[in-house]
């Protein structure tokens, strides 16, 4: 699997074929999920309507986190195959995964003044994410910082593999620490806290932003391929 | 040896490196990662938790006595309580057995003069229905102290 897509064509040529599939998916279960999140579900006992914010902020939040875990595993498979496609991967992620953090913050915010009082705490779930935000950004200036792109895949590879220690961090911050965030509510022992009704839109929706992560990757990893081709075209012209 | 296999082992190594770093200054700094502390550790780690600080608990039942602007009421851990007292608004959240953090200072009586106060939610959801329903089953979990 792994060698049959160092060759750039043939990933190029299946992306083609998935594109539109995925693309319909995407608004198909965005169009589902915003309708069971916004009209069907239920208003929370504590929260009221403000609950509805969790079904942006945290499918964000999960994709916020895997796509970090995805960019350091392609980076991880770039530094140590040479794989020519992992990082070019790793690089088309990490403004995916930095908008995903932007959204996370700023709806956390939007959340936090209602139901906490305040739109933003120094705890440790808080500040933790806010260090994922940075390091996304770390990873797309250190990427676009040399001249040669193979040097700054390098580089940046790098970073994020450091970078990979604030994964398990922001994970179980609420559970090492007191802070003002509350535990999680799916990955537990015994059963998920979230009554069915809310747990199906929100499942609905981490889909939906999970299809929506591929498509834009597969589109950006398309469109960098391309400009490659194009580079290297204009190289031969030159000569 | 390959040069690949060399990379990948270098390259867990360094991973295994760092996040044992990671570990052990975490650890070392346990105490100052910490958002509130609470009641208990208030009264047994007295020389770390002085001057401002964030008191975190819950509001104790039949604790609270509002004088004009000025509410009263006790925060415990169920081994701890202390007393706080706050002159503003409130929360929404603010109520009897909800976990709450409250910015301030100790004052020399030992009362908790707080600046500002925030409300803790669980990680509980459900519609009202259900937690009427659960509450009249009995089966409702009584809220825990905040970790």
């Known amino acids: ?239 | 040896m390959k040069r690949k296999h060399q990379r990948l082992i270098l390259l867990f190594l360094v991973l295994v490196l760092i996040s044992s770093g990671a570990t052990l200054i975490l650890i070392a700094l346990e105490d100052s990662l910490v958002y509130f502390y609470t009641p208990t550790d208030v009264k047994s780690k007295s020389s770390t938790v002085s001057g401002n600080f964030r008191l975190g608990g819950i509001v104790l039942k039949g604790s609270i006595r509002e004088v004009g602007t000025v509410t009263n009421f006790g925060v415990t851990d169920l081994e701890n309580t202390l007393f706080v007292r706050y002159d503003g608004i409130l929360p929404d959240l603010f109520r009897e057995e909800q976990g709450i953090v409250a910015e301030g200072s100790l004052s020399p009586t030992g009362i908790f003069i707080a600046t500002n106060v925030l409300a803790k939610h669980d990680e509980n959801y459900m519609p009202k229905e259900v937690a009427k329903a659960l509450k009249k089953s009995g089966r409702w979990k009584d809220s825990r102290p905040n970790k």
């Open chain 1, 1 to 239: 699997m792994i060698n049959y897509f160092s060759n750039p064509n043939r990933f190029l040529k299946l992306t083609e074929k998935l594109l539109p599939w995925l693309v319909g998916l995407t608004i198909l279960f965005f169009l589902v999920g915003v309708y069971f999140g916004l009209l069907y579900s239920p208003a929370d006992y504590q929260q009221g309507e403000t609950v509805r914010i969790m079904y942006v902020h945290v499918p964000a939040a999960w994709l916020a986190l895997s796509c970090y875990a995805f960019m350091a595993a392609m980076g991880a498979l770039s530094l140590t195959y040479k794989h020519p496609l992992a990082g070019i991967a790793a690089r088309s992620a990490a403004p995916i995964g930095a908008g995903f953090t932007v959204i996370v913050i700023i709806t956390g915010s939007l959340w936090g003044k209602p139901i906490w009082g305040t739109w933003w705490v120094w705890d440790a779930r808080l500040s933790s994410v806010l260090v994922l935000f940075f390091l996304y950004l770390g990873h797309i200036a250190l990427s676009h910082a040399f001249e040669n792109p193979l040097r700054g895949i390098r580089a940046s590879a790098i970073l994020a593999l450091v970078g990979l220690v604030n994964i398990p961090i922001i994970k179980f911050s609420v559970d090492w620490w007191n802070t003002l965030h509350q535990p999680a509510s799916l990955t537990r022992f015994d059963a998920p806290a979230i009554d069915p009704s809310m747990l199906i839109p929100l499942i609905i929706m981490a889909l939906a932003f999970f299809l929506y992560f591929l498509t834009i990757l597969l589109v950006r990893i398309k469109s960098e391929l391309t400009s490659q081709k194009i580079r290297a075209i204009n190289i031969k012209m030159i000569k």
